[in-house]
């Protein structure tokens, strides 16, 4: 069973850098696409970045050039960057996974970020 667990959220002053993780506590599956969304409040999810089995990473308009998403598939964890942060990065971050296999997605219960001046 898959268990996706972020962690690395907190509080951040602006201009600073939080590292988020991602790690499957579950049964070790394949994934192919991973990523993470993330939701303001009174916003919609959106997606921030993901990230492919093969390595290609696509990123939101709004963190290019911040955030630099990766991932280990031998340990099946993914990392979130983020640098020079803005009070708008502040949401719940989640990450996700698409088993390659199962063809399920799965979602963390998601991390605070909140970003201060």
């Known amino acids: 069973q898959v268990n996706l667990v972020e962690l690395g959220g907190g509080l951040v002053q602006a201009g600073g850098s939080r590292r988020l993780s991602c790690a499957n506590s579950?049964?070790?599956?394949?994934?192919?696409?991973m990523g993470w969304h993330r939701q303001a409040p009174g916003k919609r999810r959106e997606l921030v970045a993901s990230?492919?089995?093969?390595?290609?990473?696509v990123y939101a308009d709004s963190v290019k050039g911040r955030f630099t998403i990766s991932r280990d598939d031998a340990k099946n964890t993914m990392v979130l960057q983020m640098n020079s942060l803005k009070l708008e990065d502040t949401a719940v971050y989640y990450c996700?996974?698409?088993?390659?296999?199962?063809?399920?997605?799965?979602w963390g219960q998601g991390t605070q970020v909140t970003v201060s001046s």
């Open positions: 990230i492919t089995s093969g390595g290609s990473a």
């Open positions: 996700y996974a698409h088993g390659t296999w199962t063809r399920s997605d799965y």
């Open positions: 579950g049964g070790r599956i394949s994934f192919d696409a």
